[in-house]
């Protein structure tokens, strides 16, 4: 496996939206060096082989974890929309998404 | 009896035996809480009336359990239906959970106290608590250091006795290492022991909550309470816990102690190496058979972690949008441009950081590279243990690699600030138990600073470990070294 290639400014801008964070140049330009430290650090990886080994998701390797189909007291929609920083019950509120709004 | 210089069982007994009344203790420790907090910063929110309310209900007799009266400070990502859960984040600074983590559940329905919710790095990404949006927690042996993280403000509370307990969580060593740079015991269950409902996630196949106390026999008692199935929780362990967990004074038979070449490097600091040393030498004066194990992909821990927790990381906080709860941007021009913006402004660049991290890693192009790699070696270095557990029962090692760092020391490098869980992290990674020991004290230009010393036992063995450490403490009683306020 060959090492990627060092992150860029743009890789950052793409990871940034993809994170969905807004990011000013300078927070660009400041991740891109720390990202790029860190990454070089986890390149050590790549001196492994590690061909045959089985990737480990979790410490236990579960399958599905099933209970009964039975009712059971659940969160109240008041309780739900309570920490809600906008809203009209029993709904949460967001910018208009459809129609004349700007395109995402 | 002061209560506030009692370990939680003596204190427990006290109020038990009406040798002091619940309320009498709690106001001890909000008294000292008072009195102190100002300098050190462990609480972010204190429960006063809650906590005295609870106390008058145990001298009442209403209130019972095996922790009746107990004062108990909780890291602020365990939710209660009371009060805030705000992670240290300006994210979550106003949010009140709708429901109580079943490990604080736990606690309150053996009759324990909570006195409040302690500082932390914010999400518990950090190591030094400087990543908290409120306030970085100061170390109680030397305020101009920091007290370790992410459980930092968990650990200062407990070693400044403003509080009989605190509860942790450990992600890469978050419970340990704060633990030993602020000399109380701390320790991290295996992976699946404590459930995680009501805990907020980090990264969830790491994430496991423990205790911070002054013994082993108090973190015992404290692992009894919390530990155990949760049907809230699909990754909570169905197994039983022993019933002798809290006998700790049985001292296992034919003991085997596992000293590994990987964490004795000449970069520890000496009095770090020192306090590994003499720990052994108690082990082998106990009649211990000491054996060298071998864990080979031990520097690969770091960069490993680094790629699962962030991944993980990435998914967990994309719950975070400005519409469900949480900060909500004031400037949005559109559903998309609100999540960016509500994300950028509640977060602080450590959470920016990891969550762009974890996100590249698995972005179509590096997943294979970055993500899929990273599991291959997190498997490597599972085989080491499960290798090395069959030749001992523990292996001794060092918690971190020196003593507490000043504040502001590492806090504009991540990768240095990265490298403090060098000794704790595999151990999450592996879903093994863990537990940071009070290995004495060092004078660093005039102040005593601790150091830890760290055992790590095979996963749901939790008891006999606390049993192995138990031999240490009581060899070395460094547990009665406090801070001086």
Not at chain 1, 77 to 94: E, G, Y
Not at chain 2, 221 to 231: A, I, N, Q, S, T
Not at chain 2, 271 to 300: C, F, M, N, R, S
Request: net charge negative; proline share 6%.
């Amino acid at each position: 496996m060959s090492t990627p290639k060092p992150i860029t400014e743009d890789d950052v801008r793409h990871v940034a939206k993809l994170s969905r964070l807004h990011v000013t140049d300078e927070d660009v330009h400041h991740f891109t060096g720390q990202l790029a430290a860190v990454l070089d650090y986890i390149g050590k990886l790549n001196e492994l082989d590690v061909d045959g080994v089985e990737p480990m998701v979790h410490p236990m390797e579960l399958v599905n974890v099933l209970r009964p189909d039975q009712e059971q007291p659940g969160i109240t929609t008041d309780s739900a929309l309570a920490n809600a920083p906008a809203k009209t019950p029993p709904f949460f509120k967001v910018p208009k998404v459809l129609g004349d709004g700007p395109s995402a | 009896m002061n209560p506030t210089e009692s370990t939680l069982i003596e204190l427990r007994d006290a109020i038990a035996s009406k040798a002091v009344s619940a309320v009498e203790a709690t106001r001890a420790y909000l008294d000292r809480i008072e009195a102190h907090d100002d300098g050190i910063h462990s609480y972010h929110e204190v429960y006063t009336d809650r906590a005295v309310q609870r106390a008058q209900a145990v001298d009442a007799g209403d209130v019972t359990g095996p922790l009746a009266g107990v004062p108990i400070a909780i890291k602020d990502l365990l939710c209660t239906d009371y009060g805030h859960t705000t992670c240290s984040s300006k994210m979550l600074a106003n949010f009140q959970a709708p429901y109580t983590a079943t490990a604080v559940k736990r606690l309150e329905d053996a009759g324990a106290v909570i006195l409040g919710k302690t500082n932390m790095d914010e999400f518990a990404m950090g190591s030094s608590t400087e990543n908290s949006a409120n306030i970085t927690t100061r170390n109680p042996w030397d305020t101009d250091r920091v007290p370790g993280g992410s459980s930092g403000g968990s650990s200062a509370a407990i070693a400044a006795d403003l509080c009989a307990a605190s509860i942790g969580s450990d992600t890469g060593g978050s419970i340990r290492q704060p633990a030993a740079l602020c000399g109380v015991v701390g320790m991290k269950p295996t992976y699946g022991r404590i459930s995680r409902y009501g805990l907020i996630a980090f990264a969830s196949s790491l994430d496991q909550i423990g205790p911070f106390t002054h013994t082993i026999a108090d973190t015992a008692l404290l692992l009894k309470v919390m530990m155990g199935h949760d049907p809230l929780d699909s990754t909570s362990a169905d197994v039983p816990v022993p019933d002798d967990i809290d006998k700790v004074d049985d001292a296992p038979k034919n003991l085997r102690i596992g000293i590994a070449r990987q964490y004795m490097s000449d970069s520890n600091d000496p009095a770090v190496a020192a306090a590994t040393q003499q720990a052994i030498e108690i082990y082998k004066d106990h009649g211990a058979q000491i054996v060298e194990v071998d864990l080979p992909h031990t520097e690969y821990g770091i960069p490993v972690y680094y790629i699962v927790a962030t991944a993980e990381a990435s998914s967990n906080l994309a719950r975070y949008d400005g519409v469900h709860y949480g900060h909500r941007t004031d400037k949005a021009a559109d559903l998309i441009d609100l999540y960016c913006r509500s994300r950028a402004e509640g977060f602080g660049d450590e959470v920016k950081r990891r969550i762009m991290l974890g996100t590249y890693a698995l972005s179509s192009g590096y997943y294979d590279a970055y993500y899929d790699r990273a599991l291959k070696v997190r498997r490597l270095i599972a085989n080491d243990f499960e290798s090395a557990f069959k030749s001992c029962d523990a292996i001794l090692c060092p918690t971190t690699t020196a003593p507490a760092f000043k504040v502001g020391e590492k806090a504009d490098d991540p990768l240095s600030m990265y490298l403090n869980d060098v000794y704790t992290v595999n151990c999450n990674l592996a879903g093994n138990a863990g537990i940071s020991l009070p290995g004495g004290t060092t004078n660093v230009d005039g102040k005593d600073l601790p150091v830890g010393v760290q055992l790590l036992g095979p996963a749901f063995d939790e008891s006999r470990l606390l049993k192995i450490a138990r031999i240490y403490e009581a060899a070395t009683k460094y547990y009665v070294q406090r801070p001086s306020l």
